[in-house]
Nanobody, 124 residues
Framework: QVQLVESGGGLVQAGDSLRLSCAASGRTFSSYGMGWFRQAPGKEREFVATVSWNGRSTYYADSVKGRFIISRDNAKNTVYLQMNSLKPEDTAVYYC?????????????????WGQGTQVTVSS
């Protein structure tokens, strides 16, 4: 079992930055890849970013590439999502997820455990 708790969401203006955190407990954190997904009202949950177990490999959705950075600190059992140059279309509930293995993946089905989500709202 893995428990995931996101934090760091909020209301910001377009162009601002936010850093989301996801604290994990349970299974050995360094044994699995992590991902961030988001879900806007009336839309399906979509992939945002993912990182491998050791932090060396990352992959991003085209919509956030160059603006968002995913990282992890295995000593703190935490994964981060640094979001820069935020746009109104980034408004969503952001979820972190723990993968079924050590690799990274943009596939929803790869992830076994999910956090409760944190709201990010970007005003224009």
């Amino acid at each position: 079992q893995v428990q995931l708790v996101e934090s760091g969401g909020g209301l910001v203006q377009a162009g601002d930055s936010l850093r989301l955190s996801c604290a994990a407990s349970g299974r050995t954190f360094s044994s699995y890849g992590m991902g961030w997904f988001r879900q806007a009202p009336g839309k399906e949950r979509e992939f945002v970013a993912t990182v491998s177990w050791n932090g060396r490999s990352t992959y991003y959705a085209d919509s956030v590439k160059g603006r968002f950075i995913i990282s992890r600190d295995n000593a703190k059992n935490t994964v981060y999502l640094q979001m820069n140059s935020l746009k109104p279309e980034d408004t969503a509930v952001y979820y972190c997820a723990a993968g079924s293995g050590p690799l990274y993946s943009g596939s929803y089905g790869y992830y076994d455990y999910w956090g409760q989500g944190t709201q990010v709202t970007v005003s224009s």
